[in-house]
């Protein structure tokens, strides 16, 4: 019933959104929550999702996305593909400066390209088909591929592929930099403060490249950690923006019936966020095929969609999500089935080893998931034993490999080259990252079926080979599918044009502006 009252509300709010779109109006503040406080905002170096929506306004890609995930002009104003498919030539906004009154030029392209592989593993997977970055001129840049690969197209959006300033980041140790807490980005948003445990202030960039915009003076990242205060806050018309998982799923229903207030589903088309467990398959009893599946028997997912995520979302299949290409939904084959989990535990040889298990920091709704599948897992036997933290503990302990089960949701980027082969394939597990190889997983052939998929021609040789090392997966379980979630954005209605691209919120405050 909600999920169909939320569609109409989607269809009510794009109808407002397109007819007061004509008559944009400058200046206000947007007032947003951010769950939870990001642990920071060089976006090049931190990429989990609080620190994506924040520092997605602060820096910006090459390119921006639509929900069709076709790509548009960001700080790229044009492009073109040779014929091969291997050389990609980018013009770049002749008058984009960086906040600190710098010229941004190739240079600083050329620049990131290397950076960033350094501190993003998903870029760093993606960035591996480049043959070579040239810089003809101080606004071209000429990327040559080592081979075809179609899917380079869509690796250039804030989040995956931020652009960093040559002059501040270059022959120093990036990791200790003091720009990192006060960064400095190309974006229509400036660094202003950040108040830790209250809010995080950006301002207008009065030189920002795109003429005409942003329209907001400012903006105020609210950190309110109690979810019932979120609530409370939008109620009382403290926040006027409640992105995708900013409050608990339970209030949703509630707060959308509210006067004046609209909800969209829209902006989440390029991330196909996909909820799973990792698995530690370096040792203990994760270590085993059989206990893996045995994980996967044990869990009510159809409970945690209905009862926990208000029927926001789909059971995951596998790997892939279904808003992801090449998603084939007859891989699936796991269902809900104690009994089967206890006769693999068994064949596992599983002796009632204490086994870690860590849910995510992210607030009411994480926990009651993280507590029904505690209880799935020891009703088949499984001795757990919770492990508590914060966010930044969190990160580290998956970064450090000190978990046996941990919760995570991912993004899938559109495309299995670029956000699903990043979990499972052996040269991307190195430590340092909660967002790469996490669960150690290591096989040749889905090393080489991945590799090969990602160049493949046509898409039909693409779908098959996905196929193949699908099924290869889904049988090794390396991690715990759940959930494809639903994250939908609410907002009072007075904020206009709020989500314009396939990353939403992340983006979105270049063209927002407020009613007043």
């Known amino acids: 019933m909600f999920q169909k009252s939320l569609l109409g509300l989607v269809a009510m709010c794009a109808l407002a959104g397109a007819t007061a779109a004509q008559a944009q109006k400058p200046g206000g503040v947007a007032n947003a929550i951010i769950q939870p406080e990001p642990p920071g905002l060089m976006l090049a170096m931190v990429q989990n999702g609080p620190t994506q929506m924040v520092a997605g306004n602060i820096y910006e890609g090459l390119l921006r996305y639509n929900d069709k995930l076709a790509p548009q002009p960001g700080l790229a104003e044009s492009w073109k593909v040779s ?304 492990v508590a933290t914060d966010v930044p503990g969190y990160n580290q302990k998956l970064s450090e490999w000190d978990y046996d089960i941990g919760f995570s949701f991912l993004y899938q980027y559109g495309d299995p080259a670029l956000g699903v082969a990043r979990s499972y394939i052996t040269s991307n597990i190195a430590k340092g990252s909660p967002f790469n190889n996490v669960e150690g997983y290591s096989n040749p052939e889905v090393d080489k079926l991945f590799a090969e998929a990602a160049t493949a021609f046509p898409d039909s040789k693409r779908q098959e080979l996905y196929n193949q090392v699908m099924k290869i997966l889904i049988d090794d379980v390396p991690v715990a599918w759940l959930l494809e979630l639903e994250f939908p954005t609410i907002t009072r209605c007075s904020v206009k044009n709020l989500v314009t691209t396939a990353i939403g919120v992340n983006d979105g405050f270049r063209d927002a502006w407020l009613e007043k």
Request: proline share 7%; with cysteine.
């Open 83 to 386: 014929d091969d498919g291997k050389v990609y030539t980018f013009n770049l906004a002749k008058n984009a400066t960086w906040h600190d009154g710098k010229p941004f030029t190739s240079a600083d392209v050329v620049f990131t390209l290397e950076f960033i592989k350094q501190t993003n593993p998903r870029a760093r997977a993606n960035l591996v088909h480049v043959d070579k970055v040239e810089a003809p001129d101080a606004n071209t840049v000429v990327i040559t591929l080592k081979q075809p690969f179609g899917p380079f197209i869509g690796i250039f959006e804030v989040g995956s592929l931020p652009m960093v300033p040559k002059h501040i980041y270059d022959g120093i140790d990036w990791k200790t930099a003091p720009a990192n807490n006060t960064p400095i980005g190309t974006g229509p948003f400036m660094f202003k403060e950040w108040q830790k445990g209250s809010f995080i202030k950006l301002v207008k960039n009065p030189n920002y490249h795109v003429k005409g915009k942003p329209h907001l003076d400012e903006i105020y990242w609210h950190v309110i950690p109690d979810a019932a205060a979120r609530s409370v806050a939008f109620e009382t018309g403290k926040v006027d923006i409640l992105p995708g998982g900013s409050v608990e799923n339970f209030d949703v229903p509630r707060l959308t019936k509210l006067k004046d207030v609209c909800i969209t589903g829209k902006g989440w088309e390029f991330f196909g966020p996909l909820a799973w467990m990792w698995l530690n398959n370096r040792q203990g009893p994760t270590a085993n095929k059989k206990f893996r599946q045995a994980v996967m028997y044990a869990i009510d997912r159809d409970f945690g969609k209905d009862v926990v995520w208000n029927g926001l979302g789909k059971v995951a299949v596998g790997p892939i999500s279904s808003a992801t290409k090449f998603f084939d939904p007859k891989l699936a084959v796991y269902k809900h089935d104690p009994a089967k989990a206890k006769a693999l535990l068994k064949e596992s040889g599983y002796k009632g080893e204490k086994v870690r298990f860590m849910p995510l920091p992210y607030g009411e709704t994480w926990t009651r998931w993280g507590e029904a599948v505690r209880q799935n897992l020891q009703d088949v036997g499984i001795n757990l034993e919770m």
